[in-house]
């Protein structure tokens, strides 16, 4: 049986990332000796063409593909257009989106055959083994009779060490490492906190579970093998479990491992002692889930912190020499032009990278669930526009306008003043200072397939300045800044090319 997993694009104000979900699905399929295949359309050119030939030259029985909310318009519209290939393709659908809106899933999107819920890589084995639906836990899919049924609840993995490692030799490593993407694991899954705008303790447990140290370092030196130089540890909250944290950084440090990561963490789950291990571990950043500048708003979404308690959690990580980020989410409950104006000032007053973000109530969602406990009118269900980055709701005291102008107030003080104190950066400025190799040319060439597209090259002498020459007539950028970009990917493997018959070939390795 061959199986096509797709990674779908997403709006291209997000830095792409391999998500997790799908890299586990690939390795316990191939582990079970399934043949696998990744067609990734975040790091290349999304279209209908490109997905039809790998139907065709692939031929795969099973096609399925993950999503959250924001990208979930786009991975139902690539399962359709493949169930418009071929009738007969199996198509799943899995992700936090779809887990908490089976019916509407299949009801909306008759080309998608199954829903996987929660936690898929025990599911997906029992879906493609043939196992009569009916007795698949953790599913929602159609009968014969065109009843859609939704079966019981999937029970979580309990023995996370059991997974093999991500399958991250199934994607194109070469594409995400040009764009200096960071590599993405997990120590642990579940987060016992219940804020009213997150899915996660619902996606993996109110009960943290957590993978072995020396696994997880393990993997960590084996991601490095495929030429990272930097990790984000995805757990919802790594900083839960002191125990296991120190084991993991006495184990980087046993080992001698160089390399930067970074973390997210909650501010009263870290104490000096924590903060000062990460840093000696090799750990540069912290983000610190703030929310609000109001300390009643804080109340509400049951964020259960103080200002007092952030600020003094932002300083102990800065003492520790760790760079923070704060984030922050307008449009909550009990928000009003004041506590706008309240959480402006006290982002600005922690001198620290922050980030603004607006809510969006994903399916799932406590706050969507009781929107009109909490005072909040939903405006639309247009999933595309979920992308935290433009209201779809308001409240009684703050209009979409309201949260807007926020926005604006705080994105015009970043134009005004480009070489300001970290306080004043977004996330997306903070991410930029992480790691001045990032590229813009990469991101041109890489989402659009603009090298593959050139087709054979005249060779002049210099393979380098031959593909700049040509590259500079399609992208805003100078033939020198794309020589050296070119110079420095192919010195590392990134790009290759071939010489025939007196003509270049390029592509990515």
């Known amino acids: 049986m061959r199986i096509l997993l797709i990674n779908p ?14 890299l586990y699905l690939a390795a316990v399929l191939e582990n079970r000796g399934y043949e696998v295949d990744v067609l990734d359309l975040l790091v290349s050119k999304y279209s209908k063409d490109k997905i039809r030939g790998k139907l065709n030259e692939y031929q795969p029985d099973v096609v399925g593909v993950t999503s959250v909310t924001m990208n979930y318009p786009v991975a139902s519209d690539i399962l359709k257009f493949c169930k418009s290939v071929d009738k007969d393709i199996l198509t799943i659908i899995g992700g936090p989106h779809v887990t908490f809106a089976p019916m509407e899933t299949l009801n909306e999107a008759p080309w998608i055959d199954i829903v996987v819920r929660g936690e898929g890589e025990e599911t997906l084995l029992d879906i493609v083994s043939g196992k009569n639906l009916e007795y698949v836990d953790g599913i929602a899919f159609r009968s014969d009779d065109s009843e859609i049924k939704v079966t019981g609840e999937r029970s979580l993995i309990t023995n996370l060490d059991e997974l093999p490692l991500p399958a991250r030799h199934l994607f194109p490593l070469s594409r995400y490492h040009a764009l200096a993407a960071h590599c993405s694991l997990v120590t642990g899954r579940g987060c016992p906190f219940n804020c009213i705008f997150c899915v996660g303790s619902k996606m993996g447990g109110r009960r943290a579970r957590f993978r072995d140290p020396q696994l997880v370092v393990d993997e960590i030196e084996h991601a490095l093998t495929y030429g990272f130089k930097e990790v984000n540890v995805e757990d919802d909250l790594f900083t839960l479990n002191h125990k296991h944290l120190h084991a993991i950084c006495d184990e980087i440090l046993a080992r001698d491992l160089k390399f930067e990561w970074s973390v997210f963490a909650r501010v009263d789950t870290v104490n000096p002692d924590v903060l000062q291990k990460l840093r000696k571990a090799g750990c540069t950043w912290l983000c610190y889930g703030i929310e609000s500048g109001n300390q009643h708003i804080l109340d509400l979404v049951k964020k259960k912190i103080t200002l007092e308690k952030i600020r003094d959690s932002v300083k102990m990580a800065h003492d520790a020499d760790l760079n923070v980020l704060a984030s922050f989410i307008i449009g909550l409950p009990g928000e009003t032009k004041e506590t706008l104006e309240q ?24 706050v969507r669930e ?20 433009r209201p779809v709701t308001r409240t009684k005291d703050a209009s979409p306008e309201d949260i807007t102008a926020t926005l604006h107030k705080y ?3 970043l134009r005004l003043t480009p070489d300001a104190l970290a306080g004043t950066q977004s996330a997306e400025q903070a991410a930029l200072e992480r790691d001045k190799r990032r590229s813009p040319l990469a991101w041109s060439l890489v989402s659009g397939d603009i090298i593959e597209s050139l087709g054979s090259i005249e060779d002049k002498g210099d393979p380098v300045n031959d593909l700049a020459d040509k590259l500079s007539r399609l992208v805003p950028y100078s033939q020198q800044k794309i020589s050296e970009n070119v110079t420095g990917w192919l010195e590392k493997g990134f790009l290759k090319y071939e010489l025939k018959d007196g003509h270049l070939f390029w592509r990515w390795s």
């Open 9 to 22: 694009p997403y709006p291209f104000t997000e830095f792409p990332i391999i998500p997790m979900g799908l």
């Open 343 to 366: 959480t402006l000032r006290f982002a600005q007053e922690l001198d620290t990278f922050y980030g603004l973000h607006v809510l969006a109530p994903f399916p799932g969602t406590e």
């Open 370 to 389: 009781k929107a009109d406990e909490y005072g909040i009118e939903i405006l639309t269900s247009d999933w595309s526009k979920y992308d935290a980055n």
């Open 411 to 413: 994105y015009r003080g």
